[in-house]
């Protein structure tokens, strides 16, 4: 039987989810070819702007690569722009990427041909530096701009719009968003929810300018746009300017074939045109007088054409009721139905300033027409559900604004809110999955994680913001058996639902730059978080993001910000630091005299070959750091998560026994290592010969000298309960030495939780796991190394600040610490 003729124009996320429900249900009616003129293939368009933030490439939001078309035998035609349809003869013509023409015959045709940014139509918009906001090579080019130029200015306060500008700050350009309404994201937000979001990204560095209306664009003595012009006649800088004021669906090439359309490809129930053999679906299409712009309104229509282009005969399109979930540049908002509210509807309100959090749902004849939600979003679904279902919400009324989790039984059964959702409920916004679809995966698929979840589904690959409630149906679908991530995966504190694992990852995947940001992005629970919560923060964004997170001081424990150890009685110990355990006379003098000075009562050598001073007065510190600062010596980090030191034995140097010169690479060690901070405290020891004098097998990272090398053992500590370091590997000199534990050491800041020794981290991902990524992979290995010295590159002690105040008096950040 001789295969029909599918062609699809376009190469978006609503034709390739088209193709890919059709290959579910008919994997074998169609030869399919498909025109993309893009030269990419499928890929997320909602993930550009974390590309254009830098936190992803491209790479990573290709939704179906090349072989994926190969796989399912599909022709792919990229860079190709489509010319002409030919109803007649039922046939595509296109140029190809090298100009060549290419005609196709059809027994069907899917128009999947998107929409197009609107460009202002003012003068100037035609020059260059003026572009859209659409598609990578838009992408690219904000990139290539904001590498070379200062000031840019974005039109339209959309969600588009201030993604843009988010992207382009943190890109380092001086960005101002222009707007023509009265606040930001009106069609997303009331007034209320809008003033907060604009306020919350003015404190980001975001510039607004609001009921503004855009004269001309002024070009430069270059060619280029250097500025823009208002109607009121003030003017901004621009050496770029990003249009995101808003699309149209693209019915060029439709119109031009005679297809009906009227601000867009009319379309019926079917998804089919005027002419029954052409389908249109995505933004290119009006159904029922509406060109929806969301995905999941475009992925039901692609289910819909699918069935339809498989010829069953059955299913029907009938509009959507569509709700927005967004994070905008980490900020929740949600959005669905009659949110401003209109005659005859009554307001529940809830705005809480302070903690950041706008609830407002406007209510009709006991049933809940409209939501938005600024800051606490969780209970978003539920809300639309509501909505959707035209439920009476009677009942329920005095409970309704503070969510589904205060409701116990009433009006919902049972306290997950993912057990009460239908199976057409959506659960992740953007890929369109429902909640039925999830189920049927987890069921037929025989899926136990979450990670075959998103294998299977692509529920919660992407923003992330949906996976508690993917996890919340696995567990609800499989009971007992589900799996989480990992033995550990419990909530990090009562702050939070959130465990050490998602929390790292959402940092790490959303560059969250401060604890205020990540606790915002994340939904913390309480507005401060807590003692447990804020150094564990802390410490995930450093480590993530080195040299650009905001180190926040008082979310380190008191020894940490002190550099001082606080003791039993009130008063502090200091430990100065002695490379190595190497020390000079000078040093020894330097210690004597202040122990003298400052009056010290115990003067003691540690466990790690220092010396301890216990019994400073906490006035003194400052003067005493400064004393030990002008000699040359520094604290370190010898009381927090973080290095503490290296132990060395005497070696080859001295030794009779010794093999190889252990004094020499502890110190190199500990110097290259100054500055680290880490999930736990750090400790390491080099042993010259096997008789292991320095005590290394107790140590998280442990070096014993032999005649060819060395021997490096992880994974030991000597605490309440002594663990023993286990064998990693054999290493032919120091510089090897450096590279493999430095590789280990950042693996273990990568992936190690807060408070997590590295015996336990061990314990946790296995030591195979750990060889696998640092001595079975050379390129990985060198890569984790030079992340390490990246991490450490420029590091100043804060000890240095007080040698700069010459006046001798107290420096003014470190005694604001010390008053802590």
Same mark, same amino acid.
């Given at each position: 039987?001789?295969?029909?003729?599918?062609?699809?124009?376009?190469?978006g996320m609503?034709g390739?989810?088209?193709?890919?429900?059709?290959r579910k249900?008919?994997?074998?009616?169609?030869?399919?070819?498909?025109?993309?003129?893009?030269?990419?293939?499928?890929?997320?368009?909602?993930?550009?702007?974390?590309v254009?933030?830098?936190?992803?490439?491209?790479?990573?939001?290709?939704?179906?690569?090349?072989?994926?078309?190969?796989?399912?035998?599909?022709?792919?035609?990229?860079?190709?722009?489509?010319? &002409?349809?030919?109803?007649?003869?039922?046939?595509v013509t296109?140029t190809?990427? &090298?100009?060549?023409t290419?005609s196709?015959g059809y027994?069907r045709?899917?128009?999947?041909?998107?929409?197009?940014?609107?460009?202002?139509?003012?003068?100037?918009?035609?020059?260059?530096?003026?572009?859209?906001?659409?598609?990578?090579?838009?992408?690219?080019?904000?990139?290539?701009?904001?590498?070379?130029?200062?000031?840019?200015?974005?039109?339209g306060?959309?969600?588009?719009?201030?993604?843009?500008?988010n992207?382009?700050?943190? =890109?380092?350009?001086?960005?101002t968003?222009?707007?023509?309404?009265?606040?930001?994201?009106? =069609?997303?937000?009331?007034?209320?929810?809008?003033?907060?979001?604009?306020?919350?990204?003015?404190k980001?560095?975001?510039?607004?300018?609001?009921?503004?209306?855009?004269?001309?664009?002024?070009?430069?003595e270059?060619?280029?746009?250097?500025?823009?012009?208002?109607?009121?006649?003030?003017?901004?800088?621009?050496?770029?300017?990003?249009?995101?004021?808003?699309?149209r669906?693209?019915?060029?090439?439709?119109?031009?074939?005679?297809?009906?359309?009227?601000?867009?490809?009319?379309?019926?129930d079917?998804?089919?045109?005027?002419d029954?053999?052409i389908?249109?679906v995505?933004e290119?299409?009006?159904?029922?007088?509406?060109?929806?712009?969301?995905?999941?309104?475009?992925?039901?229509q692609?289910?819909?054409?699918?069935?339809?282009l498989?010829?069953?005969?059955?299913?029907?399109?009938?509009?959507?009721?569509t709700?927005?979930?967004l994070?905008?540049?980490?900020?929740?908002?949600?959005?669905?139905?009659?949110?401003?509210?209109s005659d005859?509807t009554?307001?529940?309100v809830?705005?809480?300033?302070?903690?950041?959090?706008?609830k407002?749902?406007?209510l009709?004849?006991?049933?809940?027409v409209g939501?938005?939600l600024y800051?606490?979003?969780k209970?978003?679904?539920?809300?639309?559900?509501?909505?959707?279902d035209?439920?009476?919400?009677?009942?329920?009324?005095?409970n309704?604004?503070?969510?589904?989790?205060?409701?116990?039984?009433?009006?919902h059964?049972?306290?997950?809110l993912a057990?009460?959702?239908?199976?057409?409920?959506e659960?992740?916004?953007?890929n369109g999955?429902?909640?039925g679809?999830i189920?049927?995966?987890?069921?037929e698929q025989?899926?136990?994680?979450?990670?075959?979840?998103?294998?299977?589904?692509?529920?919660?690959?992407?923003?992330?913001s949906?996976?508690?409630?993917?996890?919340q149906?696995?567990?609800?679908?499989?009971?007992?058996?589900y799996q989480?991530a990992?033995s550990?995966?419990k909530?990090?504190? &009562?702050c939070?639902?959130?465990?050490?694992?998602?929390?790292?990852r959402?940092i790490?995947?959303?560059?969250?730059?401060?604890?205020?940001?990540?606790?915002q992005?994340?939904?913390w629970?309480?507005?401060?978080g807590c003692?447990?919560?804020?150094?564990?923060?802390?410490?995930?964004?450093?480590?993530s993001?080195p040299?650009?997170?905001?180190?926040?001081?008082?979310?380190?424990?008191?020894?940490?910000?002190?550099h001082?150890?606080?003791?039993?009685?009130?008063?502090y110990?200091?430990v100065?630091?002695?490379?190595?355990?190497?020390?000079?006379?000078?040093?020894l003098r330097?210690?004597?005299?202040a122990?003298?000075?400052?009056?010290?009562p115990?003067?003691k050598?540690?466990?790690?070959?220092?010396i301890?001073?216990l019994g400073?007065?906490?006035?003194d510190?400052?003067a005493?750091?400064a004393?030990?600062?002008?000699?040359?010596?520094?604290?370190?980090?010898?009381?927090g998560?973080?290095?503490?030191?290296?132990?060395?034995?005497?070696?080859?140097?001295?030794? =009779?026994?010794?093999t190889?010169?252990s004094?020499d690479?502890?110190v190199?060690?500990?110097k290259?290592?100054?500055?680290m901070w880490?999930?736990?405290?750090?400790?390491?020891?080099?042993?010259?010969?096997?008789?292991?004098?320095a005590?290394?097998?107790?140590?998280?990272?442990?070096?014993?000298?032999?005649?060819?090398?060395?021997?490096?053992?992880?994974?030991?500590?000597?605490?309440?309960?002594?663990e023993?370091?286990?064998f990693?590997?054999?290493?032919?000199?120091?510089?090897?030495?450096?590279?493999?534990?430095?590789?280990?050491?950042?693996?273990?800041r990568?992936?190690?939780?807060?408070?997590?020794?590295?015996?336990?981290?061990l314990e946790?991902?296995?030591?195979?796991?750990?060889?696998k990524?640092?001595?079975?992979?050379?390129?990985q290995?060198?890569?984790l190394?030079?992340?390490?010295?990246?991490?450490?590159?420029?590091?100043?002690?804060?000890?240095?600040?007080?040698?700069e105040?010459?006046?001798?008096?107290?420096?003014?950040?470190?005694?604001?610490?010390?008053?802590?």
């Amino acid at each position: 039987m001789r295969k029909l003729k599918l062609v699809m124009v376009g190469n978006g996320m609503a034709g390739v989810r088209t193709l890919e429900e059709l290959r579910k249900i008919a994997p074998e009616m169609y030869d399919i070819t498909v025109f993309g003129a893009e030269p990419h293939p499928n890929y997320n368009r909602i993930l550009l702007s974390p590309v254009l933030a830098g936190e992803m490439t491209i790479q990573d939001i290709i939704l179906n690569d090349l072989q994926w078309y190969a796989d399912n035998g599909i022709t792919l035609h990229l860079g190709s722009t489509v010319t &002409g349809i030919d109803r007649n003869t039922r046939s595509v013509t296109a140029t190809g990427k &090298g100009g060549e023409t290419i005609s196709v015959g059809y027994d069907r045709l899917l128009i999947a041909t998107g929409s197009t940014p609107f460009i202002l139509p003012v003068p100037g918009n035609d020059l260059p530096g003026v572009i859209s906001y659409r598609d990578i090579q838009d992408t690219d080019e904000m990139i290539d701009a904001a590498a070379k130029y200062r000031h840019a200015v974005v039109i339209g306060a959309g969600l588009l719009g201030l993604e843009a500008a988010n992207g382009l700050a943190l =890109r380092g350009m001086d960005v101002t968003v222009v707007h023509i309404s009265d606040w930001i994201m009106e =069609r997303q937000l009331d007034r209320n929810a809008g003033k907060m979001l604009q306020a919350a990204l003015e404190k980001k560095g975001m510039k607004f300018k609001l009921s503004a209306h855009t004269a001309e664009l002024v070009k430069g003595e270059s060619g280029r746009v250097c500025a823009v012009r208002f109607k009121d006649g003030s003017t901004l800088p621009a050496d770029l300017v990003c249009m995101a004021a808003g699309i149209r669906p693209n019915v060029a090439l439709a119109e031009q074939a005679g297809i009906h359309c009227n601000r867009g490809i009319v379309v019926n129930d079917t998804l089919q045109t005027y002419d029954p053999r052409i389908y249109a679906v995505g933004e290119c299409a009006n159904h029922r007088g509406t060109a929806y712009g969301l995905v999941a309104p475009l992925f039901e229509q692609a289910k819909v054409c699918a069935n339809h282009l498989a010829m069953y005969g059955i299913g029907r399109y009938q509009g959507s009721v569509t709700s927005t979930k967004l994070k905008v540049t980490g900020i929740d908002v949600f959005s669905a139905g009659d949110f401003s509210g209109s005659d005859g509807t009554e307001d529940i309100v809830l705005h809480d300033p302070g903690a950041g959090i706008y609830k407002r749902l406007v209510l009709k004849n006991d049933k809940l027409v409209g939501a938005v939600l600024y800051g606490d979003t969780k209970d978003g679904a539920w809300y639309f559900q509501l909505l959707k279902d035209g439920q009476d919400i009677h009942d329920i009324r005095d409970n309704l604004v503070f969510g589904n989790s205060h409701l116990g039984d009433v009006g919902h059964k049972g306290n997950s809110l993912a057990a009460g959702m239908p199976d057409s409920a959506e659960v992740c916004g953007c890929n369109g999955v429902c909640k039925g679809t999830i189920v049927k995966a987890i069921k037929e698929q025989g899926l136990f994680t979450l990670e075959d979840v998103r294998k299977h589904t692509k529920a919660s690959s992407s923003c992330g913001s949906c996976t508690g409630l993917v996890e919340q149906i696995l567990a609800s679908t499989i009971g007992g058996a589900y799996q989480p991530a990992d033995s550990t995966n419990k909530p990090v504190c &009562g702050c939070t639902d959130h465990s050490h694992g998602e929390v790292r990852r959402a940092i790490r995947e959303h560059k969250l730059l401060s604890v205020a940001e990540a606790q915002q992005f994340l939904d913390w629970k309480t507005p401060n978080g807590c003692a447990s919560c804020r150094p564990a923060l802390n410490y995930y964004c450093i480590s993530s993001w080195p040299h650009e997170a905001m180190d926040d001081p008082q979310s380190r424990f008191i020894n940490e910000r002190a550099h001082a150890n606080i003791q039993k009685d009130g008063s502090y110990s200091v430990v100065p630091r002695m490379w190595g355990g190497l020390t000079t006379p000078a040093e020894l003098r330097a210690i004597a005299d202040a122990a003298e000075k400052y009056k010290v009562p115990t003067v003691k050598v540690t466990g790690g070959q220092r010396i301890d001073l216990l019994g400073v007065k906490k006035e003194d510190l400052p003067a005493m750091w400064a004393d030990f600062a002008k000699a040359g010596m520094v604290s370190g980090h010898a009381y927090g998560k973080s290095l503490r030191t290296v132990k060395t034995c005497v070696g080859s140097e001295h030794c =009779r026994f010794g093999t190889q010169r252990s004094m020499d690479l502890g110190v190199k060690l500990e110097k290259m290592l100054f500055g680290m901070w880490s999930p736990h405290k750090f400790k390491l020891a080099v042993s010259g010969c096997p008789r292991n004098c320095a005590e290394s097998g107790i140590k998280d990272i442990g070096v014993i000298g032999v005649d060819s090398g060395y021997e490096l053992y992880v994974g030991g500590n000597g605490g309440i309960k002594t663990e023993v370091a286990q064998f990693f590997c054999k290493v032919a000199d120091d510089d090897e030495v450096l590279e493999y534990g430095g590789a280990f050491i950042q693996l273990y800041r990568e992936e190690g939780f807060y408070l997590e020794r590295t015996c336990h981290y061990l314990e946790r991902v296995g030591l195979e796991h750990v060889k696998k990524a640092v001595l079975e992979d050379a390129e990985q290995r060198k890569a984790l190394y030079e992340r390490l010295l990246f991490a450490l590159q420029n590091y100043k002690d804060p000890w240095a600040e007080i040698v700069e105040d010459q006046a001798g008096g107290i420096h003014k950040r470190q005694f604001e610490i010390i008053k802590v």
